[in-house]
């Protein structure tokens, strides 16, 4: 099926229902606790980054499969209601992905994912020939309709981004063709043991390389420039979402036309106020929020 489709930016990958519990401490080994909250919205690092997009006053899309079950009906429904394009959404008979994602007072999170027999889609799910974007940003998840993609965005001079959060079959085959390289800690530790080896080792692959460290900010690499820049010095509550958000936003940015060290700055300050709030999706900073923090010079010294 052919669909239309002008956006800023264009996410392609995973989606997922979330359900987030408070917990004064994660259980251990036969422990029975009790949750002091529970917190359902949608999820997945595609997804996520979509909405974050749409909150900043940006235009998005979603490519990627809900399944025809309640918790796909209730994540289509919120995508809808945040203004994200859904036009190139799969619904199928297999069951929306689940996340259970159990949070400490501290903002450490544990968590569990359920898939049930979700295959990703085929190359030939979608058909993108009608779908115009300034960037296209990709989570790894759905491998066969993103390599194309990348190939076609590549060949149209179109932005591409990868969020890197993990080393899985679609974070490796994809990050050598993007132009923005973006990995979490975790990646760069499982790719090559710590961050500094894997910066040096992922850009010999992509043009740009960024890796996020958390409440260590981050380190990238563009051609033979290198850098560093600081967290933002917050109070963490929740950080469940902060990649997505750093990823959706720094896809914005781009998008925008932001300079370099402003493209930083900005997608750093959106997963600085994911953190302050329980959930991932309702962490998702608004346009104003975005603009409150990152207007002030928040850094850790």
Not at 64 to 93: F, P, S, W
Not at 205 to 214: K, S
Not at 246 to 260: E, I, P, Q
Request: glycine share 10%; net charge negative.
């Amino acid at each position: 099926m052919t669909m239309t489709v002008n956006v800023d930016v264009l996410c392609v990958g995973h989606a997922s229902y979330d359900l987030i519990f408070s917990v004064n401490q994660h259980p251990g080994a036969d422990e029975k606790i009790v949750a002091e909250s529970l917190l359902s919205c949608g999820g997945g690092p595609a997804a996520n980054a979509a909405v974050c997009v749409a909150k900043l006053g940006l235009t998005s899309a979603f490519a990627g499969y809900l399944g025809r079950d309640i918790y796909g009906d209730k994540h289509y429904q919120e995508l809808n209601d945040y203004g994200v394009n859904t036009k190139l959404i799969i619904r199928g008979a297999s069951p929306t992905p689940l996340s259970t994602i159990i949070v400490k007072t501290d903002g450490k999170r544990c968590l569990i994912n359920y898939k049930g027999d979700t295959q990703a889609l085929a190359s030939n799910a979608l058909n993108f020939s009608n779908v115009s974007a300034k960037v296209v940003l990709f989570d790894g998840h759905e491998p066969y309709i993103s390599l194309p993609l990348a190939e076609k965005a590549r060949q149209s001079k179109i932005p591409t981004v990868l969020d890197a959060g993990s080393v899985h079959e679609g974070t490796l085959a994809l990050m050598n063709h993007v132009d923005y390289l973006i990995c979490s800690e975790k990646f760069a530790s499982q790719y090559a043991g710590n961050e500094h080896q894997a910066l040096s080792q992922l850009a010999k692959l992509a043009p740009v390389v960024i890796i996020t460290l958390g409440e260590r900010g981050l380190i990238w690499q563009r051609g033979n420039e290198q850098g560093a820049l600081p967290a933002y010095h917050i109070t963490a509550i929740d950080t469940t979402g902060a990649g997505d958000a750093f990823h959706g936003a720094f896809a914005a940015a781009l998008a925008a036309g932001m300079d370099w060290q402003t493209q930083l700055q900005y997608a750093s300050a959106a997963g600085a106020l994911c953190c302050m709030q329980m959930g991932a999706r309702l962490g998702l900073p608004s346009q104003k929020e975005h603009t409150l923090l990152f207007s002030q010079p928040l850094y850790a010294t």
